[in-house]
């Protein structure tokens, strides 16, 4: 219940209480509050049994942390995760192999050996004016291409 208080905040506390109620009435009001915890939690345990009465017997096994979504759906997926196929799924699937393919479309690899059947032609002005035609551009170096980060896609 207290998972998140350290010693330094509980001392802070336990100091703050004696401050406010004062060292006579601090016992008393210790006893009212715990007093008031268990009322809480019978009246929380009490409303359980009476759902689980009124649901019936095919609910007996029914868990009301289930109703927290995340584990309601961590539950369905790991029980069904045979009839689904996600096992297939997961290991058929490799997405940096899908990330590469199309960084490798994008700039311009036809093929991942990056050897393609027809040279690539560009219209370039050589220095006299003149069109040089079927001239093969410039390959970038792989050291010239800035690194893909796939997170920031």
Known sequence: MFNDIG????????????????????????????????????????AKEDIRSEL????K???FEDLNPKKFV??????????????EIRSSFNLKKEINDVADSVHGKDDPTGASDTPATSLT????GTADLLKKPEKPQQADRPPFDADAT
């Open 7 to 46: 010693a330094l905040e509980l001392v802070t506390l336990v100091i703050l209480a004696v401050l406010v109620f004062g060292p006579d009435k601090l016992p008393k009001v210790i006893q009212d509050v715990s007093r008031f915890i268990r009322k809480v939690r019978e009246f929380s345990d009490n």
């Open 125 to 128: 002005k050589s220095p006299s």
């Open 56 to 59: 019936g017997p095919e609910f």
């Open 61 to 63: 096994d029914f868990d």
């Open 74 to 87: 961590r539950k369905q997926l790991s029980e069904h995760e045979d009839d689904l196929g996600l096992k």
